[in-house]
C-alpha cells in the first residue's frame, strides 16, 4: 500500500473567525499528518499563521478520509459446523506431543 502525500496550507488569524480555525482541527483530525510547517506573517491580509500540512493518503484506500475500515468479526466467519469443535482432540494430542519430541 503506497502513501501519496499531499499538500494544503491555511491561513489563521488571530483576530480571525473561529470557523477556520475550527476547520483546520477538522482536518487534522480526519487525515494521517506527515508533517505541518508554521510560519508568523505579516502580508496584505494582515498578522497571521500559515499552516502548510503535507498529509498522507493511500492509494489503495477506497474509505473517504476520516472513516473507520469496516470490520470482520471472525467469530462469525469462522464458525465450525454445529456439534464439530474447531480443532479436533487428535491433532492437539498430536501438536503437543511434537513439541515433546522437538523440545528434549
Do not use: C
Amino acid at each position: 500500500m503506497a502513501l501519496l502525500t499531499q499538500y494544503v496550507s491555511f491561513y489563521v488569524s488571530p483576530f480571525g473567525e473561529k470557523s477556520v480555525t475550527d476547520e483546520l482541527n477538522a482536518f487534522l483530525r480526519s487525515h494521517r499528518i506527515v508533517n505541518v510547517e508554521k510560519k508568523m506573517i505579516d502580508g496584505e491580509r494582515g498578522t497571521g499563521w500559515v499552516f502548510l500540512i503535507e498529509y498522507g493518503t493511500s492509494s489503495e484506500s477506497k474509505n473517504s478520509p476520516g472513516a473507520s475500515p469496516q470490520r470482520t468479526d471472525y467469530r462469525e466467519v469462522l464458525n465450525p459446523v454445529q456439534g464439530e469443535p474447531l480443532f479436533p482432540e487428535s491433532w492437539i494430542y498430536a501438536s503437543i506431543s511434537i513439541r515433546w519430541i522437538t523440545v528434549f
